[in-house]
């Protein structure tokens, strides 16, 4: 008896360690497949490599509105190529709060902090997101984005971001 016990103790094990192992290399494979180079084309306005990262039918809503497949990335090329233009360098950084990821499709909950550096110094900007990811041809893709500012009315702010910080992909 005892022995059947501790062989379905070893299966159950093997079984959660499979499983968590899975998790961990999906997650990875998404962060070098949409979150480096994001924030790789965030930083240098690379407006063709951001938009790769992003399906066909993307939604984006943010607190400016909503904007779906090619108006959104129409959009996003036409303020990085103003934002190449100026002074201006930018960077971002991400925390994850919540990642769930199942076959081809993942959704994940988090902060962000985008720093923008000029000749009168640096800001910080905060702001809490969530994503829905679809792997296409093998490729994960930015699917749904969203992100706001506020919750609940209340601004988000470098506490909310630093909770998480140790953690962040930059």
Known sequence: ??????????????GTSIW????????????EQVWRPFIQ???AQDAD??????????????????RT??????????????????????????????RQAKENIAYEVGYYKVTVTSAE??????????VVLRKED?????AQDWDTNKINGVPVTAADFE???ANAIQ
């Open 163 to 165: 909770k998480g910080a």
């Open 138 to 142: 093998e490729q994960w893709k930015i």
């Open 1 to 14: 008896m005892m022995k059947k016990i501790n062989l379905l103790l070893g299966f159950l094990l093997l």
């Open 121 to 130: 110094g640096s800001k910080h900007h905060y702001a809490r997101f969530h």
């Open 20 to 31: 968590a192992q899975e998790k961990a290399t999906t997650q990875q494979l998404i962060d």
């Open 69 to 98: 497949g090619e108006e959104y990335k129409t959009s996003t090329a036409n303020a990085y190529a103003k934002g190449k233009a100026s002074n201006k360098k930018r960077s971002i950084a991400f925390w994850f709060e919540h």
């Open 49 to 66: 490599l951001f938009n790769s990262i992003h399906t066909d039918d993307v939604l984006r809503v943010s607190p400016w509105g909503i």
């Open 41 to 43: 084309a965030y930083s």
